[in-house]
């Protein structure tokens, strides 16, 4: 296969591998690290390409393994995963933008402590707008474990917002 | 949207029930700016959502270099190769050639002489093994 057929194919789900790794990974750095290798490898094997009939499905998996690996390897050595993506993109002075915002990054923050099957599928299905069939192609599971655990995570983040959005009242 | 039909979804929602076009208008309802008072907040949940969706990978791809560099690279070095083998070969000309009969002619005698010389050389080495008999008779 050649380079330009390969880019085309890639190109589509690039960023979504990309936002994949970030949410398991959490920093950026490392997440553009974990893309970067993911493509190598496809490019490597791209000669097996015709054997996958769904080359996102197959990348979001591989993305997905490749992380979770990472991780276990960072917990294995007692390390912590840093990142230094804290950004102030707004130059914003109206006390509701500033709550807005605020309320926003809380629910990044809350999504990072979900437990990791949830946040993959959060991720998949609420950013990514995957459907449950892709969604458990991906994941390896099935379509019922998929649509609990989606619920539970909604939930978890609902009542953490609330949560905090009583303590804002209060 | 109306206002109770927007309610069901968002109950389907957290139940994880809503189809994904269900959900593309939850989400184009809370990216609204008239959101219902008491769904107001569910809004930055949905609100991270479509700004995570915002986020690109900004690195070059790493797949320029990777293949057709080490092609046209073996080539040259081949070519390199070949030419260098051919142009750094050691010429068989023969001696005729590069120098006139007489001076092949004394070198000859010269080597001759040399050889000859040499010999008488080794000659005289014999007379050290008298030597060794002698100095061993004393040792004895």
Known sequence: MKQVEFLTIVMPFKDKLFRLAKRLLVSTEEAEDATQEVLLKLWTKNSAFEKYNNVEAFAMTMTK????????????????????????????????QVEANDS???????????????????????????????????????????????????????EKLLEKHSYGIG | MELDNIDKLVEKYFEATTTVAEEKAIKAYFANEEVAPHLEKYTPMFAHFANTRKEEYTKPLPIKAKRNKPMWLSIAAAVVLLFGVYFLQPKNESLENEYTQEEIAAAQEAFELLALNFNKGSKQITYLGEFEKNTNKFLK
């Open chain 1, 104 to 158: 926003v990054s809380w629910v990044e923050k809350i999504m990072e402590e979900l437990p990791e099957q949830q946040k993959l599928v959060l991720q998949l299905r609420d950013v990514e707008e995957y459907d449950f069939e892709e969604i458990a192609e991906m994941l390896d599971m099935q379509p019922t474990a998929i649509r609990v655990a989606l619920s539970r995570a909604r939930k978890t983040v609902r």
């Open chain 1, 65 to 96: 393994n490749f992380c979770l690996d990472r991780l276990k390897s960072k917990q294995a050595g007692n390390l912590k995963l840093v990142h230094s993506n804290y950004t102030d993109d707004s130059s914003t002075s109206l006390q509701k």
